[in-house]
Protein backbone atom coordinates (compact mmCIF):
# COMPACT_ATOMS: atom_id res chain seq x y z
CA UNK A 1 0.00 0.00 0.00
CA UNK A 2 1.69 3.37 -1.11
CA UNK A 3 1.68 5.92 1.82
CA UNK A 4 -1.14 8.21 0.31
CA UNK A 5 -3.10 5.43 0.24
CA UNK A 6 -2.68 4.74 3.64
CA UNK A 7 -3.11 7.82 4.54
CA UNK A 8 -6.58 7.69 3.07
CA UNK A 9 -7.48 4.78 4.56
CA UNK A 10 -6.33 6.20 8.14
CA UNK A 11 -9.59 8.44 8.10
CA UNK A 12 -12.52 6.46 8.61
CA UNK A 13 -15.47 7.70 8.96
CA UNK A 14 -14.38 10.85 7.77
CA UNK A 15 -15.58 13.32 4.88
CA UNK A 16 -13.58 16.02 3.03
CA UNK A 17 -15.47 18.45 5.15
CA UNK A 18 -14.58 16.63 8.36
CA UNK A 19 -11.04 17.59 7.31
CA UNK A 20 -11.44 21.91 7.36
CA UNK A 21 -9.22 23.35 10.23
CA UNK A 22 -10.84 25.48 12.97
CA UNK A 23 -11.77 25.22 16.67
CA UNK A 24 -13.05 21.98 17.88
CA UNK A 25 -15.35 23.62 20.26
CA UNK A 26 -18.96 22.69 20.32
CA UNK A 27 -19.79 26.05 19.13
CA UNK A 28 -17.45 26.61 16.63
CA UNK A 29 -18.32 23.52 15.13
CA UNK A 30 -22.17 24.25 15.08
CA UNK A 31 -21.10 27.36 13.07
CA UNK A 32 -19.13 25.54 11.05
CA UNK A 33 -22.22 23.49 9.92
CA UNK A 34 -24.42 25.79 9.06
CA UNK A 35 -22.08 27.61 7.19
CA UNK A 36 -21.37 24.12 5.02
CA UNK A 37 -25.16 23.64 5.18
CA UNK A 38 -25.96 27.22 3.34
CA UNK A 39 -22.49 27.09 1.26
CA UNK A 40 -24.12 24.21 -0.13
CA UNK A 41 -27.11 25.05 -1.01
CA UNK A 42 -25.80 28.21 -2.63
CA UNK A 43 -23.22 26.57 -4.62
CA UNK A 44 -26.21 24.15 -5.43
CA UNK A 45 -28.40 26.99 -6.65
CA UNK A 46 -25.32 29.37 -8.53
CA UNK A 47 -24.78 25.34 -10.58
CA UNK A 48 -28.79 25.17 -11.56
CA UNK A 49 -28.20 28.87 -13.39
CA UNK A 50 -26.20 26.86 -15.89
CA UNK A 51 -28.96 25.40 -17.76
CA UNK A 52 -28.93 24.72 -21.16
CA UNK A 53 -32.74 23.90 -22.55
CA UNK A 54 -33.30 20.50 -24.22
CA UNK A 55 -35.05 20.47 -27.25
CA UNK A 56 -38.79 18.81 -26.14
CA UNK A 57 -38.12 18.53 -23.09
CA UNK A 58 -39.51 20.69 -19.93
CA UNK A 59 -36.14 19.47 -18.31
CA UNK A 60 -33.05 21.31 -19.22
CA UNK A 61 -28.91 20.03 -18.65
CA UNK A 62 -27.90 22.02 -15.60
CA UNK A 63 -24.88 21.68 -13.14
CA UNK A 64 -27.52 21.17 -10.25
CA UNK A 65 -27.21 17.82 -10.26
CA UNK A 66 -23.45 17.66 -10.35
CA UNK A 67 -23.36 20.41 -7.35
CA UNK A 68 -25.54 18.76 -4.93
CA UNK A 69 -24.02 15.27 -5.92
CA UNK A 70 -20.69 16.73 -4.27
CA UNK A 71 -22.00 18.21 -1.80
CA UNK A 72 -22.93 15.37 -0.55
CA UNK A 73 -20.41 13.61 -0.99
CA UNK A 74 -18.29 16.24 0.58
CA UNK A 75 -20.16 17.06 3.47
CA UNK A 76 -21.70 14.11 4.41
CA UNK A 77 -24.93 12.27 4.79
CA UNK A 78 -26.54 14.92 7.29
CA UNK A 79 -25.26 18.42 6.05
CA UNK A 80 -25.66 17.05 2.53
CA UNK A 81 -29.13 16.66 2.99
CA UNK A 82 -29.91 19.70 4.86
CA UNK A 83 -27.55 21.96 2.38
CA UNK A 84 -30.32 20.65 -0.87
CA UNK A 85 -33.08 20.74 1.73
CA UNK A 86 -32.62 24.41 2.26
CA UNK A 87 -31.95 24.78 -1.30
CA UNK A 88 -35.66 23.43 -1.91
CA UNK A 89 -36.92 25.15 0.79
CA UNK A 90 -36.20 28.58 -0.03
CA UNK A 91 -36.51 27.69 -3.89
CA UNK A 92 -40.08 26.82 -2.85
CA UNK A 93 -40.43 30.04 -0.97
CA UNK A 94 -39.62 32.35 -4.06
CA UNK A 95 -36.25 32.33 -4.07
CA UNK A 96 -34.99 32.17 -7.98
CA UNK A 97 -32.24 29.77 -8.27
CA UNK A 98 -33.95 26.59 -9.45
CA UNK A 99 -32.94 25.54 -12.93
CA UNK A 100 -33.44 28.97 -15.07
CA UNK A 101 -34.44 31.02 -12.66
CA UNK A 102 -37.61 28.87 -11.59
CA UNK A 103 -39.05 28.75 -7.90
CA UNK A 104 -41.61 27.16 -6.40
CA UNK A 105 -42.89 23.34 -6.66
CA UNK A 106 -45.56 23.49 -9.57
CA UNK A 107 -42.98 23.43 -12.10
CA UNK A 108 -42.66 19.49 -13.82
CA UNK A 109 -38.90 18.98 -12.90
CA UNK A 110 -39.61 19.74 -9.12
CA UNK A 111 -39.36 16.12 -8.71
CA UNK A 112 -35.77 16.07 -9.37
CA UNK A 113 -34.69 18.73 -6.54
CA UNK A 114 -36.68 15.96 -4.22
CA UNK A 115 -34.75 13.37 -5.87
CA UNK A 116 -31.54 15.59 -5.07
CA UNK A 117 -32.31 15.56 -1.59
CA UNK A 118 -32.50 12.12 -1.39
CA UNK A 119 -29.23 11.62 -3.63
CA UNK A 120 -27.05 13.98 -1.60
CA UNK A 121 -27.65 11.99 1.80
CA UNK A 122 -27.15 8.81 -0.01
CA UNK A 123 -24.03 9.53 -1.82
CA UNK A 124 -23.11 11.39 1.87
CA UNK A 125 -23.61 8.34 3.13
CA UNK A 126 -21.50 6.77 0.94
CA UNK A 127 -18.71 8.86 0.53
CA UNK A 128 -18.75 8.59 5.11
CA UNK A 129 -17.76 4.68 4.09
CA UNK A 130 -14.58 5.74 1.98
CA UNK A 131 -16.54 5.87 -1.47
CA UNK A 132 -15.12 8.63 -3.13
CA UNK A 133 -11.65 8.47 -2.52
CA UNK A 134 -10.99 5.46 -5.78
CA UNK A 135 -11.66 6.83 -9.12
CA UNK A 136 -14.02 3.64 -9.83
CA UNK A 137 -15.76 4.04 -6.38
CA UNK A 138 -16.01 7.85 -6.77
CA UNK A 139 -17.52 6.94 -10.43
CA UNK A 140 -20.19 4.56 -8.91
CA UNK A 141 -21.09 6.52 -6.13
CA UNK A 142 -22.26 9.36 -8.15
CA UNK A 143 -23.51 6.54 -10.70
CA UNK A 144 -26.12 5.65 -7.89
CA UNK A 145 -27.03 9.25 -6.86
CA UNK A 146 -28.01 10.21 -10.44
CA UNK A 147 -30.10 7.40 -10.45
CA UNK A 148 -31.88 8.66 -7.39
CA UNK A 149 -32.51 11.49 -8.71
CA UNK A 150 -33.98 9.99 -11.58
CA UNK A 151 -36.30 7.19 -9.87
CA UNK A 152 -38.16 10.38 -7.91
CA UNK A 153 -37.73 12.70 -11.13
CA UNK A 154 -39.19 10.99 -13.95
CA UNK A 155 -42.32 9.59 -12.13
CA UNK A 156 -42.63 12.92 -11.00
CA UNK A 157 -42.44 14.72 -14.61
CA UNK A 158 -44.73 11.90 -15.81
CA UNK A 159 -47.57 12.87 -13.06
CA UNK A 160 -47.22 16.20 -13.32
CA UNK A 161 -47.37 16.45 -16.74
CA UNK A 162 -49.61 13.48 -17.66
CA UNK A 163 -46.78 12.32 -20.06
CA UNK A 164 -46.69 7.96 -20.46
CA UNK A 165 -44.08 6.76 -18.21
CA UNK A 166 -42.29 5.98 -21.82
CA UNK A 167 -42.89 9.77 -23.05
CA UNK A 168 -41.52 10.60 -19.20
CA UNK A 169 -38.40 8.66 -19.93
CA UNK A 170 -37.93 9.98 -23.20
CA UNK A 171 -38.13 13.85 -21.98
CA UNK A 172 -36.55 13.40 -18.65
CA UNK A 173 -33.83 10.68 -18.49
CA UNK A 174 -32.67 9.94 -22.42
CA UNK A 175 -31.02 13.78 -22.96
CA UNK A 176 -29.02 13.54 -20.18
CA UNK A 177 -27.31 9.95 -20.27
CA UNK A 178 -24.41 11.38 -21.62
CA UNK A 179 -23.90 14.23 -19.23
CA UNK A 180 -23.96 12.06 -16.09
CA UNK A 181 -21.54 9.69 -17.51
CA UNK A 182 -19.45 13.35 -18.02
CA UNK A 183 -20.45 14.24 -14.46
CA UNK A 184 -19.38 11.12 -13.08
CA UNK A 185 -15.68 11.13 -14.75
CA UNK A 186 -15.62 14.97 -13.36
CA UNK A 187 -16.26 13.52 -10.16
CA UNK A 188 -13.74 10.53 -10.71
CA UNK A 189 -10.98 12.92 -11.26
CA UNK A 190 -11.63 15.73 -8.41
CA UNK A 191 -12.44 13.84 -4.94
CA UNK A 192 -9.71 11.59 -4.98
CA UNK A 193 -7.01 13.69 -5.62
CA UNK A 194 -9.04 16.07 -3.00
CA UNK A 195 -8.18 13.12 -0.32
CA UNK A 196 -4.57 12.77 -1.75
CA UNK A 197 -4.24 16.81 -1.66
CA UNK A 198 -5.25 16.73 2.00
CA UNK A 199 -3.27 14.25 2.82
CA UNK A 200 -0.19 15.69 2.09
Known sequence: MSTATAAVAARPGKVLA??????????????????????????????????????????PV????????LVGTALGARRGFLALAVYALAGMAGMPWFAEGGSGFSMPSFGYVIGLMLASAAVGALARRGADRTVLRTAVTFLIGEAIVYAVGVPYLALSTGM??????????????????????????ALPTAWKLADK
Open 62 to 69: TGQTFAAL
Open 18 to 59: DLLPGSRTQSAVGARNVALVVGGAALTGLAAQIAVPVPGSPV
Open 164 to 189: SASAAIAAGLTPFLLGDVLKAALAMG
